[in-house]
């Protein structure tokens, strides 16, 4: 049996040095994270320590020789142990050769030792079965770190990656692209770019801005159709339903000298109706408040001599599902409909990603941003799209009316993932 411990910065380079100098064959022991260097304990440089051994006999195919006595059978769980830890030490990459019988594997002290008269009853094939046994169990746990190698050198490809590429993947993960997304970008990157040799900047950034433009869909459409008469806002609370919808309409009265009818449903939040009422009143735009769905059908008659209808609802608990429900009957329409759904910059993915989950069993058409301006990060822009294949439509940045309002353009929100300044 060789034994041999390296001191190493990551898993990857232990397992080259070991396939390198003890072969394929060889297994690990122990691995355990110690400290380098360093003045009173302090300031030290981590490293890995992991001590790997190899069956020499087994690695020279020689026949097995029957041992001196009978080897006891080691159960793997005696094994487990040395497996998550050492309390070896030593220096880096030192050399032992040990007899066959050392202590690797800790055997129970109570085995009791056989007399001479005793081994001689002893058949010879059962030291030999026994030793099958523990090179069966060595198979597995090698075929085990061999897996285990592998999803470590897929974690640590980026380590090999240009340093253009590498730069631009620290990017991504500062913006809190997903992983997958990430994954995509950089392996099709590489692959364009390996062609020619060419990872400079200019290369990879051309590059990166192509894909990332093919995640969003075309331009077109994605402010409120010409030919639409209702446009429903939903989302959670705190996003700025009503603030957003105040600003569309001025802009559909101001802008395109439309005449505007809102509709709230909102009567849960103290002041809701009021605040509406109060951008209506400067605007001159008609409101019609519902209370339950057979409200509708009055609303929209007072309303039907204006152009579009802009109906505010409640910002509840989404997780709610009788709220759910109750918003999935006042969605009814009279004419050609859109469905907006309004989320917060400043929410967490994980939570925005349940929203919208949630909200679209109502058959949502297009995406309001607001908050644009209290963040700096963008990607959950581009996890959105790519898991619900989302159109947006317009990003809120302030709390002006009517001013701070704008259309989606994917090429200013991919200048932000990528950052101007980034490169300068």
Do not use: W
Not at 24 to 33: G, H, P
Not at 408 to 413: D, G, P
């Amino acid at each position: 049996m060789r034994v041999k411990r390296y001191l190493v910065d990551s898993m990857p380079d232990a397992l080259q040095k070991i396939r390198s100098e003890l072969g394929n064959d060889a297994i690990i022991v122990s691995t355990k994270d110690v400290k380098q260097g360093g003045f009173l304990g302090m300031f030290g440089k981590k490293k890995i320590e992991v001590v790997a051994a190899i069956d020499t006999a087994a690695a020279n195919k020689a026949p097995v020789q029957p041992a001196p006595r009978p080897v006891p059978t080691i159960p793997l769980d005696l094994i487990k142990p040395f497996m998550g830890g050492s309390t070896l030490g030593g220096s880096t990459s030192t050399d032992e050769t040990r007899p066959q019988d050392t202590n690797i594997f800790q055997i129970k002290p109570e085995v009791k030792v056989q007399t001479q008269a005793e081994r001689s009853r002893v058949p010879e094939t059962k030291s030999t079965l026994n030793e099958d046994a523990i090179l069966a169990e060595m198979k597995s746990m090698r075929e085990m770190i061999q897996k285990l190698s592998t999803a470590s050198m897929g974690s640590s490809d980026s380590q090999s990656l240009p340093d253009m590429l590498l730069k631009y993947e620290a990017r991504f993960i500062d913006q809190e692209v997903s992983q997958e997304i990430i994954k995509q970008l950089i392996d099709r990157c590489l692959e364009e770019l390996s062609v020619d040799g060419d990872f400079s900047e200019e290369a990879v950034r051309k590059s990166l801005r192509t894909q990332l433009m093919s995640y969003f869909p075309s331009e077109q459409y994605r402010s409120i159709s010409e030919n639409t008469r209702i446009v429903h806002f939903v989302g959670p609370t705190g996003v700025g339903k009503t603030t957003t919808i105040a600003k569309l309409a001025a802009e559909q009265v101001l802008k395109y000298r439309h005449r505007v009818g809102f509709i709230t449903s909102d009567t849960y939040r103290i002041a809701a109706v009021e605040q509406l009422n109060t951008y209506a009143n400067i605007l001159n735009i008609p409101t019609e408040v519902v209370f339950s769905p057979k409200d509708l059908s009055r609303a929209f008659d007072q309303l039907r001599e204006v152009d579009i209808i802009f109906m505010d609802t409640a910002g509840r608990n989404y997780r709610n599902e009788m709220y759910v429900s109750e918003l999935h009957t006042l969605l009814q329409s009279e004419g050609q409909s859109e469905t907006y759904l309004v989320l917060s910059m400043t929410t967490k993915y994980r939570d925005m990603k349940a929203i919208t989950a949630n909200f679209q069993k109502f058959n949502l058409d297009k995406v309001i941003l607001t908050k644009f301006d209290e963040t700096d990060s963008y990607g959950c822009i581009l996890n959105l799209v790519h898991d619900f294949g989302l159109t947006f439509s317009y990003i809120a940045n302030g709390q002006n009316v009517p001013d701070d309002i704008e259309l989606f353009k994917a090429e200013r929100i991919i200048d932000l993932i990528m950052g101007d300044s980034f490169n300068e």
